[in-house]
C-alpha cells in the first residue's frame, strides 16, 4: 500500500535566498510563527530523510507563510525529491495577471494546488468580497485544487462550497484549530465538530484528516481522537478523506504519525489505501 502523507511543511532559517517574510497584518500571529519556525529548521534533506525513516513513500509539501508568497522553498524541497515531493502553493491575491497566474499554475514542476487560510478577519474579507476571490474563480476555471484551512470558520467554508461548485476544495486538518501554532490545546478540541460534518454534502469538498495527534489529550495511539476521524470517514466516505501527519508540527514523532491510523476502525483494505494515499493522487491528479 502506498502511503502519501497529506500535508508537512519544509523551512530554512533565514537566508539571502530564501528570506522570510512574515507579514500577516496581525503582529501576534507573526510573533507565534516567528518563535516556532526559529526554534529548529525542517529542510529539504531532513523532510526526505524523515520520510524514509517512517516508511511514507511520498508528501504533499505546504508552502508555510513565512516566506511570504514565496513557494521557492517548498519548489526546490520537491526539486530534490524525484517525485516523492508535491507542493500547493500559495499566491498574492494582488497580482494584476491572477488569471494568467493561475492558469499556468501547475505547469511548474511539482507545483499540485493553491491554498489559503482563514485565521484572521482581513484573509475572511478577501474570499468575501476582496482579492481572493478572484483566485478562487480562476482556480475553478483552470481546474486548480484549492486547500483551505478555516479553523473556526466552518461556515465560512460551507459558503465557499455553494460559491465555487466545480471547484475541488481540500479542507485542512478536518477544519479545526490545531496546537501549537495557532493555539493551545482545548479541553475540547472537537467542540465544533458538526460544521465540518455538514460540509458532507457538497460533492466538491474532500477532507484533510492532518494533524489528529495534535488534537489528543492521550499518548499513542491517540484514542480519543477516533470517535471524530471514525464520523469523518463515515459522513464523506474514504474516497473523500486523506491522512496526513503534519509532523513537523505536531509535538509527536513522525512513525506514531503514521501507525496511529492502521488502528483505527475496520476498513477493507480498498478503503485503507484511498485514505492513505490513492485519494489524494486522484484528488490532486498527482
Known sequence: MEIIDAQVHTWDLERPDFPW??????????A????????????????????DAAGVDAALAVSLPIYGFSNAYALHAAAKSAGRIGVVGLIDPELPDI??????????????????????DREVESVRHGPMRRVLAA??????????????????????????PDLQFIVD?????????????????????????????????TIKATGLPSLSHQKFPFRDTWPALLQVIDAFGPERVM?????????????E??????????????????????????????
Not at 517574510?21 to 507573526?30: C, I, P, S, V, Y
Not at 507565534?32 to 520520510?51: C, I, K, P, S, W
Not at 486547500?147 to 470558520?153: A, D, L, N, T
Open 99 to 120: 488569471e494568467e497566474r493561475v492558469r499556468n499554475w501547475r505547469a511548474t514542476p511539482g507545483m499540485l494546488a493553491l491554498r489559503t487560510t482563514l485565521y484572521i
Open 21 to 30: 517574510q512574515l507579514n500577516t497584518g496581525d503582529a501576534a500571529t507573526d
Open 243 to 255: 491522512w496526513g501527519s503534519d509532523f513537523t508540527r505536531v509535538p509527536t514523532p513522525y512513525r
Open 32 to 51: 507565534r510563527r516567528r518563535e516556532h519556525f526559529g526554534a529548529h529548521t525542517f529542510t529539504a534533506e531532513q523532510l526526505l530523510a524523515a520520510m
Open 173 to 205: 486538518h478536518i477544519g479545526l484549530p490545531q496546537p501549537p501554532v495557532i493555539c493551545d490545546l482545548s479541553p475540547e478540541p472537537f467542540k465544533s465538530f458538526e460544521g465540518l460534518l455538514r460540509l458532507a454534502v457538497y460533492p466538491n469538498v
Open 257 to 286: 504519525g503514521v501507525e496511529y491510523i492502521r488502528e483505527v476502525g475496520t476498513w477493507s483494505d480498498a478503503e485503507r489505501a484511498q485514505i492513505m494515499g490513492a485519494t489524494l493522487r486522484r484528488i490532486f491528479r498527482w
Open 139 to 164: 482556480a475553478e476555471r483552470h481546474n486548480v485544487p484549492m486547500c483551505v484551512y478555516p479553523p473556526g470558520r466552518l461556515a465560512e467554508m460551507e459558503a465557499l462550497a455553494r460559491d465555487f
